[in-house]
């Protein structure tokens, strides 16, 4: 039979740059001959030798050739070719980006997302392990998504391959170039940081953590720099917020254990069973874990985070009449609606707070300056001010929210009196309540989860929402 024909850069149409590395741009390209889609990963060859990544590259290459013909939870690599400058790589579309943004969108994951996304990961590390490969790197700027939503995990540069004698060697030079780490420290096993050599189990610990940022929001190990992030690594310096998940607790546990054979599945005779066994995956049928479910935010404090109740349907357990305590409940669950247009508390104020004066901005402006928020506002008119926690997942921060003329919407740390940052604005910008305290600003690129404890978030969304209609009037109408 003869082999398919070599291609080449002319076989595929360059569209947009879809990413890039440290070495490498990528590319959406089409293939002209069959239309498809894919990306393509370039890599300046003068680059790569002056960065002596000729190693990593090459390594890169050789994984992905193991796994392509495992297509399912791996990039594949359907060819390579090279031009005199360039090397190429034609790789799957993973149309869904990262899933890093995806969870930094929404905050965190509902637990049905959580264990459907943690069980795709341990095929995909079950794959792994019976092909020798151990990843060393996996973390969750390292996992696509398809355009079916299922994973793909990808960037197998660092990966080592346990049957070959090169990777020993190379293994061996590792060994010599102490505190030679470069990746993400977040996300790096302790064997790894005390220079032993690099187990299966080494994913799993990496998988910990992704489990417990997938529930939380945030990874387990933080600190201001990558030397303190390694000592709480080290020492297990962790702890779980509030509200986290008792079984996916239970199962990050049993993964993020210091000494690598004592972690859940190491030992497996057949990996991962013991994982699978686990109770966070009671209701997983390994044979057909079906589609995934629809990545949406897991909101602490709201009933149900899908939105998905059948609310026409009059529950069968509930008592006859309609007393105080049980129409204010109705009412609230009426707000708590995604898809209702909640109605307002009668307490607020009809007046629009953008329409203002000039001579009546001057006014307030000049009261202002005696005001403590006002040197953190950029000389911007504060229109509305109020204490908010400021959510991401199950972690969330007391912060001063300041509604501007600008429009702005800053907010402080009121214990240090520091700006920490704004939620940026544009055309697109939408606000969600979700009860009387919860209530999301949507950006393109992230949901701002506030909770006003005071319970005016009705009256911060009314407030926002005019101050958009203001600045983006013909957005505001569609
Ligand atoms: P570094 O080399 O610095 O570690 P990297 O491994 O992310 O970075 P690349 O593999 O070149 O570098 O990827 C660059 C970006 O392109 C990634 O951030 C990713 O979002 C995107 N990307 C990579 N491969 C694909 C793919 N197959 N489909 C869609 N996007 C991709």
Request: with cysteine.
């Given at each position: 039979?003869?082999?398919?024909?070599?291609?080449?850069?002319?076989?595929?149409?360059?569209?947009?740059?879809?990413?890039?590395?440290?070495?490498?741009?990528v590319?959406?390209?089409?293939d002209?001959?069959?239309?498809?889609?894919?990306?393509?990963?370039?890599?300046?060859?003068?680059?790569?030798?002056?960065?002596?990544?000729?190693?990593?590259?090459?390594?890169?290459?050789?994984?992905?050739?193991?796994?392509?013909?495992?297509?399912?939870?791996?990039?594949?690599l359907?060819?390579?070719?090279?031009?005199?400058?360039?090397?190429?790589?034609?790789?799957?579309?993973?149309?869904?980006?990262?899933?890093?943004?995806?969870?930094?969108?929404?905050?965190?994951?509902?637990?049905?997302?959580?264990?459907?996304?943690?069980?795709?990961?341990?095929l995909?590390?079950?794959?792994?392990?019976?092909?020798?490969i151990?990843?060393?790197?996996?973390?969750?700027?390292?996992?696509?998504?398809?355009?079916?939503?299922?994973?793909?995990?990808?960037?197998?540069?660092?990966?080592?391959?346990?049957?070959?004698?090169?990777?020993?060697?190379?293994d061996?030079?590792?060994?010599?170039?102490?505190?030679?780490?470069?990746?993400?420290?977040?996300?790096?096993?302790p064997?790894?940081?005390?220079?032993?050599?690099?187990?299966?189990?080494?994913?799993?610990?990496?998988?910990?953590?992704?489990?417990?940022?997938?529930?939380?929001?945030?990874?387990?190990?933080?600190?201001?720099?990558?030397?303190?992030?390694?000592?709480?690594?080290?020492?297990?310096?962790?702890?779980?917020?509030?509200?986290?998940?008792?079984?996916?607790?239970?199962?990050?546990?049993?993964?993020?254990?210091?000494s690598?054979?004592?972690?859940?599945?190491?030992?497996?005779?057949?990996?991962?069973t013991?994982?699978?066994?686990?109770?966070?995956?009671?209701?997983?049928?390994?044979?057909?874990?079906?589609?995934?479910?629809?990545?949406?935010?897991?909101?602490?404090?709201?009933s149900?985070?899908?939105?998905n109740?059948?609310?026409?349907?009059?529950?069968?357990?509930?008592?006859?009449?309609?007393?105080h305590?049980?129409?204010?409940?109705?009412?609230?669950?009426?707000?708590?609606?995604?898809?209702?247009?909640?109605?307002?508390?009668?307490?607020e104020?009809?007046?629009?707070i953008?329409?203002?004066?000039?001579?009546?901005?001057?006014?307030?402006?000049?009261?202002?300056?005696?005001?403590?928020?006002?040197?953190?506002?950029?000389?911007?008119?504060?229109?509305?001010?109020?204490?908010?926690?400021?959510?991401?997942?199950?972690?969330?921060r007391?912060?001063?929210?300041?509604?501007?003329?600008?429009?702005?919407?800053?907010?402080?740390?009121?214990?240090?009196?520091t700006?920490?940052?704004?939620?940026?604005?544009?055309?697109?910008?939408?606000?969600?309540?979700?009860?009387?305290?919860?209530?999301?600003?949507?950006?393109?690129?992230?949901t701002?989860?506030?909770?006003?404890?005071?319970?005016?978030?009705?009256?911060?969304?009314?407030?926002?929402?005019?101050?958009?209609?203001?600045?983006?009037?013909?957005?505001?109408?569609?």
């Amino acid at each position: 039979m003869t082999p398919p024909p070599k291609r080449s850069a002319s076989d595929f149409v360059f569209g947009k740059v879809i990413g890039e590395g440290s070495f490498s741009t990528v590319y959406l390209a089409k293939d002209i001959h069959t239309s498809k889609e894919f990306a393509i990963k370039v890599l300046e060859k003068r680059h790569i030798i002056r960065e002596k990544k000729m190693e990593y590259v090459s390594r890169e290459k050789k994984v992905l050739q193991i796994l392509s013909p495992c297509a399912s939870h791996f990039v594949r690599l359907y060819c390579t070719f090279q031009d005199p400058e360039r090397l190429y790589f034609v790789l799957t579309y993973a149309k869904n980006g990262e899933l890093l943004p995806h969870l930094n969108k929404n905050g965190s994951f509902t637990i049905e997302c959580t264990k459907y996304y943690t069980a795709e990961l341990v095929l995909a590390l079950e794959v792994l392990n019976s092909k020798g490969i151990i990843h060393r790197d996996l973390k969750p700027e390292n996992i696509l998504f398809d355009e079916n939503w299922h994973i793909l995990i990808t960037d197998f540069g660092s990966a080592k391959i346990l049957s070959s004698n090169e990777d020993r060697n190379e293994d061996e030079n590792n060994k010599r170039r102490k505190n030679s780490f470069v990746g993400t420290a977040q996300y790096v096993s302790p064997e790894l940081l005390k220079d032993t050599e690099a187990v299966f189990a080494s994913d799993l610990w990496a998988l910990g953590c992704i489990i417990y940022q997938m529930v939380s929001g945030l990874p387990p190990f933080r600190a201001g720099s990558e030397y303190l992030i390694f000592q709480k690594i080290l020492k297990l310096e962790y702890e779980f917020p509030e509200g986290f998940d008792q079984t996916a607790k239970d199962l990050v546990e049993k993964l993020l254990v210091l000494s690598p054979s004592k972690r859940l599945g190491a030992t497996d005779s057949q990996p991962y069973t013991s994982i699978r066994q686990h109770e966070f995956f009671s209701d997983i049928d390994w044979d057909n874990i079906g589609p995934p479910p629809r990545i949406i935010p897991y909101l602490p404090g709201c009933s149900d985070s899908s939105g998905n109740r059948n609310d026409n349907q009059i529950p069968d357990n509930l008592e006859p009449g309609l007393d105080h305590e049980k129409a204010s409940r109705l009412q609230l669950d009426m707000i708590c609606q995604p898809s209702s247009t909640p109605t307002r508390k009668k307490s607020e104020t009809n007046k629009n707070i953008i329409e203002l004066e000039p001579a009546e901005i001057e006014r307030r402006l000049e009261l202002q300056k005696m005001d403590k928020w006002h040197n953190l506002v950029e000389g911007n008119l504060i229109l509305k001010q109020g204490l908010v926690d400021k959510r991401k997942g199950l972690f969330a921060r007391r912060r001063m929210l300041l509604l501007t003329r600008g429009p702005h919407l800053y907010y402080v740390d009121p214990a240090t009196m520091t700006l920490k940052g704004e939620i940026p604005w544009g055309a697109e910008l939408r606000t969600e309540p979700k009860n009387f305290k919860i209530f999301f600003v949507h950006t393109p690129n992230r949901t701002y989860y506030l909770e006003d404890p005071e319970g005016y978030a009705l009256e911060w969304c009314k407030a926002i929402d005019e101050v958009r209609a203001f600045y983006y009037p013909e957005q505001s109408q569609s």
